[in-house]
Structure formats: C-alpha cells, structure tokens
C-alpha cells in the first residue's frame, strides 16, 4: 500500500527553528508538496520537490532525497502565524496524489 | 480577488436530508477535485473532473454525486448524509492532473449533521 508518515504534532519557540519529516513509501514518484493548512481552513501550497536537494523560498526550506523516501520542511525565525497543520503530500506514478495526515505546529512565544 | 469559492461555508443538516454544496472558480483551470477531510486527518479525494471527464475513486460511497455543467462550476452532492458523513469538504482546482500539479483550494464547506 502507499503511504506518507509525519509526526502528529510539533511544538517550537517564536525566533526558534523547526523541521518537519516526512516519509513516503508510494507506487512511483513524480513530486513531493508542502502544504500550510490554519485551522478551520484550505490548505495552501508551499512548495514542490521532484529532483534531490534543498528547495529554499523565504523563511521556508524543503528538503528531498528519493533515495530515503524522504522530505522535511524546516521552517525559521518562527513566527506565531506559522501555527498551523503541515502536509506533506506524493505525486505517485499514476499522478495520484497520496496525501499525509499532517503535523500540528504549535508556536509558544 | 477569490479565486475558488465554495458555498456554503457552513452547512447543518439532518441526518438522510439531502445536501448541495458548490464549487466555482475564476482560474479556469481544467482539473476539479472534491475532498473529504475530518479531523486531524489527511484530506481523502471523493471525485475529480479533467475538463468534462469525470473520475470516481473506487471507495467513494455512492451516496456521493458530483457534476461539472461548464468550466467554472462543480457541484457535490450528498444523497442521504449520515452522521459519518460530516466533514470539512474541500474543492480544489489544477491547471494540469500532471508534473508540478500545484492544487489551489477553496475555504471548504463545513458539513455538520444532526
């Protein structure tokens, strides 16, 4: 079966740095998102990987090996805004998106 | 400025009390796309339209409907809504199904059901 694992839940400090795992075991591969979703609201696109390395854009970085089956999302000088849910979701070979269940960051000042 | 506006927001209902929530967007983006998405969970696709093709995924409840009558609009309807059944729903759009596929989502239509 196909299958993306992020933690649960994540706490970090206003100024601090954090990352955010992902794993990914899918049929085929043709990209990895980041998705930013508030409570009670869409998700909207962060970022997009399909070859190795570091995707930087602002204060957001994302990471992907394909090798490992691996991402991460490393977010800096935290601000309280940034408290939200993180998804990580797979391009698969079918161009299916298989979609992880998220990580709750939470932000304390 | 919205680019993919879902109405309603919020929607009450009672249980078996049929249900329409709708899609439009100014993107005109090809691809259309209905989720389903509970609590602390990942967003779970119900439909997804290319153009006029229509696509069901093989674990939608029947119960689920959707239709696309132009570019612009998507519908979703729920024929016979149970207590399971409530949910966030999601419409989202892409210009392509393929490559960089970057989904833009409305603000979700939030299903409560008595």
């Known amino acids: 079966g196909q299958n993306i694992d992020q933690p649960t839940e994540m706490t970090a400090t206003e100024g601090a740095i954090v990352q955010i795992n992902c794993t990914y075991q899918?049929?085929?591969?043709?990209?990895l998102f980041w998705y930013q979703q508030h409570a009670g609201e869409a998700p909207t696109f962060l970022s997009y990987?399909?070859l190795d390395g570091l995707e930087e854009k602002g204060r957001f970085s994302s990471f992907l090996s394909r090798s490992k089956g691996y991402s991460y999302l490393l977010l800096k000088e935290l601000q309280m805004k940034d408290s939200a849910s993180y998804l990580c979701?797979?391009?698969?070979?079918?161009?299916?998106?298989?979609w992880g269940a998220g990580t709750k960051l939470i932000i304390k000042p | 400025d919205a680019m993919v506006i879902q109405n309603p927001r919020y929607q009450v209902t009672q249980f078996g009390k049929p249900v329409t929530l709708s899609c439009s967007q100014t993107?005109?983006?090809?691809?259309m796309y209905w989720y389903q998405q509970k609590s602390s969970q990942a967003p779970k696709l119900l439909f997804h339209?290319?153009?006029?093709?229509?696509?069901n995924e093989a674990d939608t409840p029947d119960n689920f409907q959707s239709r696309r009558p132009n570019t612009s609009f998507c519908f979703l309807d729920i024929r016979s809504p149970g207590l399971g059944d409530a949910a966030m729903y999601l419409c989202?759009?892409?210009?392509?199904?393929?490559?960089?596929?970057?989904?833009?989502f409305g603000a979700g239509s939030r299903l409560t059901v008595l």
């Open positions: 989202a759009t892409s210009r392509e199904s393929s490559g960089a596929n970057v989904l833009t």
């Open positions: 993107l005109n983006h090809n691809v």
């Open positions: 339209y290319y153009d006029k093709d229509f696509n």
């Open positions: 899918t049929s085929g591969f043709n990209g």
């Open positions: 990987n399909v």
């Open positions: 979701a797979v391009m698969d070979s079918n161009y299916q998106l298989i």
